[in-house]
């Protein structure tokens, strides 16, 4: 049998268990949440990016 102070102490654990969302920083949630690029996306914009240099030079 779960004693109350059990209980309680249990539902306290996992609580703490939950990361807050700090109120200093004031960023909203959707940008807490913002996707960071994927590492396939950066190397494609580096690619792209050397190849536009690449087609200058060689005009």
Not at 22 to 43: A, D, F, M, R, T
Request: glycine share 2%.
């Amino acid at each position: 049998m779960i004693t109350p102070e059990y209980n309680e102490w249990w539902v306290r654990k996992i609580n703490d268990n939950i990361p807050k969302i700090s109120q200093e920083n004031g960023q909203s949630i959707e940008e807490h949440l913002q996707v960071i690029p994927s590492e396939l996306k950066i190397i494609r914009q580096d690619f792209e990016r050397r190849n536009t240099d690449l087609k200058k030079k060689i005009e």
